[in-house]
């Protein structure tokens, strides 16, 4: 692959020590080789001139669905049950190799042009290897697994598992999967959330995950209809279950945790349990607020993800920092959650959750090479005099300042346009799988 030297960039490093200068950076191979206010540009094999434009580490989305973006539109105005119950359930059932891959290409291009290098994914029962073949071919870089459900009501038939098949495919796909293309590919166990799980599946997961050393990823209080249901059925509150039976450790990565009483915050953090936040499908959802600036000054790792298109509805991490600053301040006042910390939160904050603090998150070298180039010169981005970096980046940009996106030392987005994938093939073959898949439901 050789060296490729970004020159003259506002580096905005997101190190210990929040770093902010105009300067360059080499990448060789995969890493992150130098960063400084004047490296040679002798013996690279490429340079870009970065003058004017912030380069920033990619943004880190620690919970998303690629499975449910043909979804997109299709589910609006509904709780989470309902929600699953009416239509994302119906829809995964009728998903087939095809659709997942173009589900999952529609999803990455979204992903990428909008300057995310990493995501923790949720994949449906069925077809997952189509979900990764999507994630190999473009260059992205993920933490996926199929989604496990052996347990609840009104489930459609092709979504329900028996309980030994569920372990065993998620085993057949970690073999295949973790570790794929130096490890820019690794594999989580995804129960769905309590509701959908047997206790037998649950621990199944716990033992498998410490056997092959692996995450686990789950969503857990999202919403008050399912914590009831959980309470119901398994006698205690979601997180407080979910410790009774081992799960509660520092592999296991929580999507939303809105819900959550005293004990819950604390089972949380000393277990080294991770969280997720997504604001855009918390409130489209009308799922609640999660107690993000609590969370964060009990020192417990959060980061930001989309969630699901058809519970948002889009993937842009730029309207989930926006919105993750946002919903917080008429409550909290308006430092809670100022630029930084957001920013903080979409990149070291999901490595941190994934566990990958030493491999991406900040520029800084020896690192991977993921990484973002913004042109911030644009009508709704300036001025630019004295204004600072973090809250260009967080209250004023948008995935249209998106210019060139570097994921595992290769240019995935140059001059606005993805690389990796064949836009107008993943557009139509996009629309052609969802109307094969609503005339199944
Ligand atoms: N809880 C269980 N499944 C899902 C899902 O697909 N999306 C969201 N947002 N919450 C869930
Ligand atoms: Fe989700």
Same mark, same amino acid.
């Given at each position: ?147 496990m459900m052996d347990h ?8 329900q598992e028996k309980t030994e098949r569920s372990l065993e495919e998620s085993v057949r ?24 799980c047997t206790?037998e599946l649950?621990i199944g997961v716990?033992d498998l ?44 990565? @929580? $999507?939303?945790? #809105? ?6 915050? !604390?089972?949380?953090?000393? /277990?080294? +349990? ?48 926006? @919105? $993750?600053?946002? #919903? ?6 308006? !430092?809670?959650?100022?630029? /930084?910390? +957001? ?60 210019? !060139? ?37």
């Amino acid at each position: 692959m050789g060296t490729l030297l970004i020159q003259g960039a506002q580096i905005v490093t997101m190190n210990d020590k929040q770093n902010v200068f105009t300067g360059d950076l080499l990448i060789k191979d995969d890493r992150i080789v130098g960063i400084g206010e004047d490296l040679s540009s002798e013996g690279a094999d490429r340079v870009i001139d970065a003058r004017g434009k912030v380069l920033l580490p990619g943004f880190i989305q620690t919970h998303v669905h690629l499975c449910q973006t043909l979804f997109r539109g299709r589910a609006d105005d509904l709780e989470l049950l309902d929600w699953l119950q009416q239509r994302i359930w119906p829809l995964e059932a009728a998903h087939d190799e095809e659709s997942i891959y173009y589900s999952a290409m529609l999803g990455i291009g979204e992903l990428i042009s909008s300057g995310t290098t990493t995501l923790l994914d949720m994949e449906t029962v069925h077809h997952t290897d189509s979900a990764f073949h999507a994630i190999a071919e473009t260059g992205i870089r993920a933490v996926s697994g199929k989604v496990m459900m052996d347990h609840g009501i009104e489930v459609p038939a092709p979504l329900q598992e028996k309980t030994e098949r569920s372990l065993e495919e998620s085993v057949r796909l970690l073999e295949k999967w973790n570790g794929y293309d130096s490890g820019r590919i690794q594999y989580a166990f995804c129960p769905r959330f309590v509701v959908s799980c047997t206790e037998e599946l649950l621990i199944g997961v716990r033992d498998l995950s410490e056997q092959y050393q692996v995450r686990v990823h789950t969503h857990a209080s999202e919403n008050r209809g399912e914590i009831e249901v959980v309470e119901r059925e398994r006698g205690m509150r979601n997180i407080v279950y979910l410790d009774h039976i081992g799960l509660a450790k520092p592999n296991l990565i @929580l $999507a939303h945790c #809105i819900w959550l009483d005293e004990q819950e915050k !604390t089972i949380i953090r000393e /277990r080294g +349990v991770k969280m997720t936040h997504c604001p855009g499908s918390n409130l489209k959802l009308a799922s609640g607020i999660a107690e993000v600036p609590d969370m964060l000054s009990r020192h417990v790792p959060v980061g930001l993800g989309a969630d699901g298109a058809p519970c948002n509805n889009n993937l842009d991490m730029f309207q989930e920092m926006r @919105l $993750a600053a946002l #919903i917080q301040k008429p409550i909290h006042g308006p !430092t809670a959650m100022d630029a /930084r910390t +957001v920013l903080r939160m979409a990149t070291m904050g999901g490595a941190e959750v994934l566990g990958m603090e030493e491999e991406i998150g900040s520029l800084e070298v020896g690192k991977k090479a993921d990484l973002v180039l913004l042109d911030l010169y644009d009508f709704h981005t300036f001025p630019s005099h004295e204004v600072d970096v973090y809250s260009r980046i967080v209250y004023s940009a948008t995935r249209g300042n998106v210019d !060139t996106v570097i994921i595992d030392g290769k240019i995935v987005m140059e001059n606005r346009v993805v690389r990796t994938l064949d836009r107008n093939i993943v557009l139509r073959e996009a629309d052609r799988s969802i109307a094969r898949l609503v005339k199944r439901v």
